[in-house]
């Protein structure tokens, strides 16, 4: 009997250590067990990384408000970088992009060249590059696509306005350019298209070509330059020959050119100048007088940036080149229709 009572007592404690065991093992197995992902993790937010060259203008800073407006809408993180007018600083912003591990990087590149390496850099860690507003000189199959204003047509339109303003004069227009920062895509393609077009002409010159760097106080500089060294007030000279047309590449070198004109009382009434961005200033001294043209040069980006970034990474191609909607404003035109620029 006794032996009975033995056998029953071991069964017993065999069935509750194995029911302690399974007990443990469901617990443990609840524990370690990776819980499903939930509908916010599912719909996490697309990181992209944006690096900006700086705030040197009106257009710059609506380019940076357009594209962060878009974002919003579009429900994508920004990762954002103001470079500063510093090539460097971008070099450093694209690397810390990629140690972040963002979904897509876009950025604006200061000058054309120097951006293999990094770029090189972003495509072995699998992330897309786009470029914004300039284009620059690397390999192709390193970045993805280029969004921005068509330079060259910027350049020829500018040009037409001249060429057709001049189309009855006999003698030589002089032409002074005020360039942008040089080694930049917009620079050379703003300067070859307005080449382009006034060369089927001979009496078009173009007298000299400063660089302004697309800032105010250049232009301020510049203007200021010309003006003391010819100790006139009948226009604007250089090196003693009167200049007929300034053809600008910005607005913000424009307005500076105007705010010392204006300071030292030059009387520019016959001297075509004509300018790109159609930032709003611009467009008020068109209409005051003070401009012939200005090129629409659109920084309006946003939308199309962020459809370009949800398109490439749900891993399709997107286009090589995509130019934004531009137009032109004339002397000509009915400025009753003008509708504010917002910047």
Known sequence: MKTNIKKIQIISIIFFLAAVIFLSIFIVSKIVKPAAPSSDERSE????GFSQIGSESAWRTRNTQSIFEAASEYDIQIIFDDAQQKQENQLKAIRSFIVYQVDVIAFVPIVEDGWDNVLQEAKDAGIPVILVDRQINADPSLYAGFLGED????????ARFLVNKCRNRKDTV???????????SVVRDRAKGFREIISTDPKFQIIHSEDGDFL???GKEIAEKLITN???KDGLYF?????????????????????TIDYYGVRTKD???ISVDAEQKSIDALTEGKLNCVVECNPNLGSMLMALV??????ESIPRVTYNYETVFTEDDDFSTYEPRGY
């Open 310 to 315: 949800k398109q490439i990474a749900m891993g």
């Open 230 to 232: 010819s100790f006139k």
């Open 271 to 273: 001297t075509i100048i």
């Open 174 to 184: 002089s032409i002074y350019e005020m360039a942008g920062t040089e080694n930049s």
């Open 239 to 259: 090196e003693g020959q009167k200049i007929d047309a300034v053809y600008s590449h910005n607005d913000s070198m424009t307005l500076g050119m105007l705010d």
């Open 45 to 48: 937010k697309l990181i992209l």
């Open 216 to 218: 105010r106080s250049r």
């Open 151 to 158: 330079g060259l047509e910027e350049g020829r339109r500018a």
